[in-house]
């Protein structure tokens, strides 16, 4: 009898866990930025992103989308932060190196990870990728992996 309900018990467990099965995709990433249309043009020009409605939240909100539908929500605020390099929104691009080009006609500084300028760095999964940071400080990361 003990067996059993052992065995009945690690069943449903396993049937609980395999209902907890959940997939998630990235919706949006959400930044504070002290001046919202410096912060606009930035990501329109710079980053190419469409800018969208924003649900009627007010203009204190500006909403921009990439190519996969997922959204940058800009938000105006006084709040005080301290970007770091090793906290940074992660985008893939085709064309690295016209991009690289790009960035220096607009006179828009990047690095690699070791702060070198004007230079890529390679993962050891062989992705080449750049950072820069945006109006406010925030580091973006632009790579080519496109797998």
């Not at 065995?7 to 001046?35: S, W, Y």
């Not at 969208?52 to 605020?77: C, M, T, Y």
């Given at each position: 009898?003990?067996?059993?309900?052992?065995?009945?018990?690690a069943?449903l467990?396993?049937?609980i866990?395999e209902?907890?099965?959940?997939k998630?995709n990235?919706?949006?990433?959400?930044l504070?930025?002290k001046?919202?249309d410096?912060?606009a043009?930035?990501?329109?020009e710079?980053?190419?992103?469409?800018?969208i409605?924003?649900a009627?939240?007010?203009?204190k909100?500006?909403?921009f989308?990439l190519?996969?539908?997922?959204q940058?929500?800009?938000i105006e605020?006084?709040?005080?932060?301290?970007?770091?390099?090793?906290?940074?929104?992660?985008?893939n691009?085709?064309?690295?190196?016209?991009?690289?080009?790009?960035?220096?006609?607009?006179?828009?500084?990047f690095?690699?990870?070791?702060g070198?300028?004007?230079?890529?760095?390679t993962?050891?999964d062989?992705?080449?990728?750049?950072?820069?940071?945006?109006?406010?400080?925030?580091?973006?990361e632009?790579?080519?992996n496109?797998?």
């Amino acid at each position: 009898m003990k067996y059993i309900f052992i065995t009945l018990l690690a069943l449903l467990t396993m049937q609980i866990a395999e209902a907890q099965e959940f997939k998630f995709n990235k919706d949006h990433d959400a930044l504070l930025v002290k001046d919202l249309d410096k912060s606009a043009q930035f990501y329109a020009e710079v980053l190419g992103l469409k800018e969208i409605d924003n649900a009627g939240l007010g203009p204190k909100f500006r909403w921009f989308e990439l190519e996969n539908k997922v959204q940058i929500h800009l938000i105006e605020s006084s709040e005080q932060f301290t970007p770091h390099k090793g906290v940074h929104l992660a985008l893939n691009i085709d064309d690295l190196e016209n991009y690289m080009k790009f960035l220096k006609e607009a006179n828009v500084p990047f690095e690699n990870w070791q702060g070198e300028k004007n230079k890529t760095n390679t993962r050891p999964d062989g992705v080449k990728q750049i950072y820069f940071t945006d109006p406010d400080g925030y580091w973006i990361e632009v790579n080519n992996n496109t797998l």
